[in-house]
């Protein structure tokens, strides 16, 4: 099988890519799947991941440098590739692997009303989201999450005691490890603080094999009407998905936030509008920071921001664009793409980077 590859009008670097293929014609070379690479006609073959999805299959890999307006052909064969990313369950919830290196962990006890994902860290493994169990300043922003403020009048943002609601795990599934990327679905439901259902959450996280200077996630988060009418309502403490910097990076110590319009801190992100937001600053001597990138697809593309001085990034398409009606039996999407890059906004190219999630290579395979 020939994949042809083209840039387009970008140059692509550590760009990951996806295409859909026919499973039959993968399982002609392997039959789970695993132990494929991408051989090019000069240069070092590529490690390739392949799931399965009914009849279809779906090839990813890490592109690794590919000149605007040029075109690249690979022939899919068989190589000796391992596992490097590989997602673990722990008495935690998931440990997200590269290697034998912890790169994040899903933290799923419910000795707090929701889980996240978290620490996001640097090249040198020193944290750039903050998890602080003693603090007293917004002690509910816990690295990566997703809530709402105001879903049917519950507060799952916020943990007001007695009165919050919960965001428990039912189920973890569709583990995936390959030489590329590794990841899993969270089925999580939606409480009041009485127990009682108000809707269905259903997170796939896609973590990338990249070099020690990046992080790259994907996340696609549905929400489900499964227990009647659902309204998400117009409050600013929503997502649905948020970070929380880790105090040395925030604006008050090192720290700056820009936008895809250049706008700079909160003063001129927040409750604007912009398809992406990079939050950086120092620790340990070091540029490090969090980019969070909105998905074309996502209502009300470019999103609003609520970004704050103080450390929190959160996309926001509720405070300023109104409440939203799920019907029963009906659900929302959301799609994004968070990024812990070292260096500054400039020095990791985030605009770049955001090129290759907006309108990323064209990709045939025959």
Not at 28 to 35: C, F, N, R, T, W
Not at 169 to 174: M, T, W
Request: hydrophobic letters at 35%.
């Amino acid at each position: 099988m020939k994949i042809t590859v083209e840039a387009g009008p970008h140059t692509r670097k550590l760009c990951p890519v996806a295409v859909k293929v026919s499973a039959e014609a993968v399982k002609a070379l392997s039959d789970d799947g695993k132990g494929l690479v991408l051989k090019p006609e000069n240069g070092r073959q590529i490690p390739c991941a392949c799931r399965f999805e009914g009849e279809e299959a779906e090839l990813s890999f890490i592109l690794d440098w590919l000149g605007e307006n040029e075109c690249a052909e690979f022939e899919l064969s068989r190589g000796k590739v391992c596992d490097r990313m590989r997602t673990v369950r722990t008495e935690r919830g998931l440990s997200i692997l590269s290697g034998e290196d912890e790169i994040t962990e899903y933290y799923t006890k419910t000795d707090i009303p929701k889980p996240y994902l978290g620490h996001l860290r640097e090249r040198y493994g020193t944290p750039v989201t903050r998890l602080d169990p003693t603090t007293k300043e917004h002690p509910h922003h816990r690295a990566l999450w997703i809530s709402h403020g105001d879903v049917n009048g519950v507060d799952t943002w916020n943990e007001p005691k007695d009165t919050h609601g919960f965001i428990r795990v039912r189920e973890l599934s569709d583990l995936f490890d390959s030489p590329v990327w590794t990841g899993f679905t969270a089925h999580n439901v939606w409480t009041d603080h009485g127990g009682k259902p108000l809707c269905n959450e259903d997170t796939s996280f896609r973590i990338y094999d990249m070099p020690g200077s990046l992080t790259v996630i994907d996340v696609d988060i549905t929400l489900s009407a499964a227990y009647g009418e659902v309204t998400l309502g117009p409050t600013k403490e929503a997502g649905p998905l948020a970070v929380r910097m880790a105090d040395e990076l925030i604006v008050q110590h090192t720290g700056t936030m820009e936008s895809a319009e250049g706008g700079i801190n909160e003063g001129e992100i927040w409750m604007k509008r912009s398809a992406w937001v990079d939050y950086w600053g120092t620790t340990d001597g070091r540029r490090c920071g969090v980019a969070v990138f909105d998905n074309a697809e996502n209502e009300l593309f470019p999103t609003y921001w609520h970004a704050r001085n103080y450390g929190l990034m959160a996309v926001n398409n509720f405070y300023r664009g109104g409440a939203r009606v799920i019907p029963e039996g009906e659900s929302k999407n959301w799609k994004f793409r968070v990024i812990a890059h070292s260096g500054s906004t400039a020095e990791a190219e985030i605009s770049k980077r955001y090129l290759d999630y907006f309108a990323p290579p064209k990709i045939k395979a025959e």
